[in-house]
């Protein structure tokens, strides 16, 4: 019953969060001074005030406020984004704009999160079984302390003109294309990406790791004869995965804000290129629904996080 009360108020809670988050970012949308019917019609605009009208009712402006929103909220329980106000792509459900650039997003993220755990993790424990060395503990720490400060856009001017137009070893835009070009064209992107999280990851692993081998149990462990392989592989790092698994909400989200940027400079035609487009042409409607879906990716993720931690550890339900 414990566990079914924290289950029911977290899920309460995500479904408030959500919520809050699209009420702010449909007031916020809706607040812009821009008319973007305007922007649609451009120079038309001052010659034909009807098609103005027309357009505005074929996308609900003329409406109050509350209206639209209510019709809103009521679009995105049916899974109706709406459509995009980009000239270009007039009519176009937003979903449809929106869908192909899923799956790219998630394919940059999951890459970029498998190699960051690869060679992050390794580092902390190196660092956590080396304490306090020169080069083991101290200079791996910051390095990668230097990997997870230095922004993105920052690294990745500077990893283009080296290694694309200087050596050119790698591509320095494109993505998806099939065969070796597709493998080398990852390279460059996954690996900037991972180098925040690789950071993150490997002080975090040392902290954890560090606070666990300094419990009793473990010098008891020791006390009775038990061989460091067996004490830190058995004991130490089984019991880091809880705390491991509170850092995948923030995660997740330098995930979400790391691709914006990563996805710009590499033209990957993933959700963070598509929002970064809907806003320099005042898409609303696509801003919106980008918005809200990468919200909704963190919070059920911090609820996944919260759930799993619960179901191994009693304790957090009773707090």
Do not use: C
């Not at 988050?21 to 007031?27: E, G, H, N, Q, R």
């Not at 607040?31 to 001052?46: E, H, T, V």
């Not at 050119?168 to 992107?189: S, T």
């Not at 991972?194 to 006390?223: H, N, P």
Request: avoid cysteine; charge should be positive.
């Amino acid at each position: 019953m414990a566990f079914l009360s924290f289950f029911i108020k977290r899920f309460i809670a995500m479904i408030v969060v959500v919520w809050a988050i699209t009420t702010l970012v449909f007031f916020l949308a809706h607040a812009s001074p821009y008319d973007p019917i305007r922007l649609i019609l451009g120079q038309k605009y001052l010659g034909d005030p009807r098609g103005y009208r027309v357009m505005r009712h074929l996308f609900g402006l003329d409406q109050s406020v509350w209206q639209q929103y209510t019709n809103y909220l009521g679009g995105l329980l049916h899974g109706d984004l709406g459509y995009s106000e980009e000239q270009t792509a007039l009519g176009t459900p937003v979903w449809d704009m929106i869908r192909s650039g899923v799956p790219q997003s998630v394919k940059l993220g999951g890459w970029a999160l498998l190699v960051g755990l690869l060679v992050g993790l390794p580092s902390g424990l190196i660092s956590a079984l080396r304490q306090n060395k020169p080069v083991a503990d101290h200079a791996n720490q910051f390095v990668m302390m230097l990997m997870f400060a230095v922004p993105v856009f920052v690294l990745a001017p500077i990893a283009q003109l080296i290694f694309g137009v200087e050596l050119k070893w790698l591509p320095v835009a494109g993505w998806g294309d099939p065969g070796l070009l597709g493998v080398k064209e990852m390279i460059m992107p996954v690996g900037l990406f991972a180098m925040g999280i690789a950071g993150y990851f490997s002080k975090s692993f040392r902290s954890f790791l560090l606070e666990v081998l300094s419990q009793d149990y473990i010098r008891t462990a020791r006390a009775k004869g038990l061989k460091q392989r067996v004490i830190i592989y058995l004991h130490a790092i089984k019991n880091t995965l809880l705390p491991l698994a509170t850092i995948i909400g923030p995660t997740i989200a330098f995930l979400v804000t790391g691709a914006f940027i990563i996805e710009s400079f590499f033209n990957i035609p993933g959700i963070g290129s598509i929002t970064v487009t809907a806003a320099t042409s005042s898409d609303y409607p696509v801003i919106e629904a980008t918005t809200i879906l990468i919200a909704i990716a963190v919070v059920v993720m911090n609820f996944l996080t919260d759930v799993f931690y619960a179901m191994v550890d009693p304790r957090v339900r009773l707090e």
